[in-house]
Nanobody, 130 residues
């Protein structure tokens, strides 16, 4: 049984920091692209960041570049998201997801679309007040 369990969400003031964690079980963690997605009320789910299987490549949404850092510890089957300089627009439910790497034009990469991710956690709420 696959489980992805997020933790670390909470309420902070603008400019603050949070670190999200996602503990995975039931999958060979190192074989999967791992991503953080978020969804605010009335908005579509968007990929915030993703990291390739070995951690060599990371992808970020333009809105979080320079503020968020994704990382993974394959030995612990755990994914992290360090979020700094948080802004009210970062308020959302944050989800951890695991997906197969995608192949295109001679290279592997982590997909942007949520549809490409097979397993999801229940989410952790992040609320940023101004």
């Amino acid at each position: 049984q696959v489980q992805l369990v997020e933790s670390g969400g909470g309420s902070v003031q603008a400019g603050g920091s949070l670190r999200l964690s996602c503990a995975a079980s039931g999958i060979t963690f190192s074989n999967y692209c791992m991503g953080w997605f978020r969804q605010a009320p009335g908005k579509e789910r968007e990929r915030v960041a993703a990291v390739y299987t070995g951690g060599s490549s990371a992808y970020y949404a333009d809105s979080v570049k320079g503020r968020f850092t994704i990382s993974r510890d394959n030995a612990k089957s755990t994914l992290y998201l360090q979020m700094n300089s948080l802004q009210p627009e970062d308020t959302a439910m944050y989800y951890c997801a695991a997906g197969r790497r995608q192949y295109y034009s001679g290279a592997y990469y982590c997909a942007r679309s949520a549809f490409a991710y097979d397993y999801w956690g229940q989410g952790t709420q992040v609320t940023v007040s101004s």
